[in-house]
């Protein structure tokens, strides 16, 4: 098992580009999780799927859109790039219809807007 | 909204001694809490759930305590080690079946 993989892991962007940042779980889990990490911020929940097809909003989903056409993906796409975008991102994944259940994080992407 | 505090960004100890890092909520009270380790460059591994029914939890050198009435969780580390130097973070819900919410965590050093 991979667990939880992110694509890529470094990235630098020029104000207004966009990307794609790509996560994927091979433990078939049906809740998956985009955070962003900034100093002294902590980690802050961008969106969330609660399984395939399906996505909501977090505390800072301004700025982003997500997808989740198959189970074991979960997409965070940035349209226009801001220099406030610039963060750790980490996606994460966890079992059961719960969100008491253990969350699974992958090694996250390290985003650099300019 | 829920807001949760931890009690200070980083906490220096020796070897052997217990290290005891603080977690504070404020409104809602949360049915369970988590706390995951965190270290450089990597992402968050969890440690320990506990529920609101549950005053104490433990794992090995680890052991969590859960007062509802204090809105504080206590996260202990007996017989520290340098090898337990990383950021902990808590984390729970903002409200009854909501996704979870993180503290901003708290950076143990473990010096030998």
């Known amino acids: 098992n991979a667990g939880v993989t992110q694509t890529p892991k470094f990235r630098v962007l020029k104000t207004g580009q966009s990307m794609t940042l790509l996560c994927a779980q091979d433990?078939?889990?049906?809740?998956m999780y985009w955070y962003r990490q900034d100093p002294g911020m902590g980690l802050r929940l961008i969106h969330y799927?609660?399984?395939?097809?399906?996505?909501a909003k977090g505390e800072v989903p301004d700025g982003y859109n997500v997808s989740r056409l198959k189970k074991q993906n979960f997409l965070l796409g940035l349209e226009s790039a801001a220099p406030s975008q610039t963060s750790v991102y980490f996606c994460?994944?966890?079992?059961?219809?719960?969100?008491?259940?253990?969350?699974?994080f992958g090694p996250g992407t390290r985003l650099l807007v300019l | 909204s829920q807001k949760i505090e931890q009690n200070s960004e980083a906490l220096n100890i020796q070897e052997g001694k217990t290290a005891t890092l603080t977690c504070n909520y404020t409104n809602y009270s949360p049915a369970y809490l988590q706390w995951y380790r965190q270290d450089p460059g990597r992402g968050p591994v969890f440690l320990l759930l506990?529920?609101?029914?549950?005053k104490e939890k433990r794992k090995e050198r680890l052991k969590v305590t859960f007062d509802t009435t204090l809105k504080q969780s206590l996260f202990h580390i007996t017989a520290s080690q340098p090898a337990d130097s990383a950021t902990y973070l808590c984390?729970?819900?903002?409200?009854?079946?909501?996704?979870?919410?993180f503290g901003k965590g708290t950076t143990l050093s473990v010096s030998s």
């Open positions: 433990m078939n889990h049906e809740y």
């Open positions: 984390a729970l819900e903002a409200q009854a079946g909501t996704a979870l919410i």
């Open positions: 799927s609660v399984g395939e097809g399906t996505t």
């Open positions: 506990i529920r609101e029914n549950e």
């Open positions: 994460a994944s966890s079992l059961a219809e719960l969100f008491e259940e253990t969350q699974y």
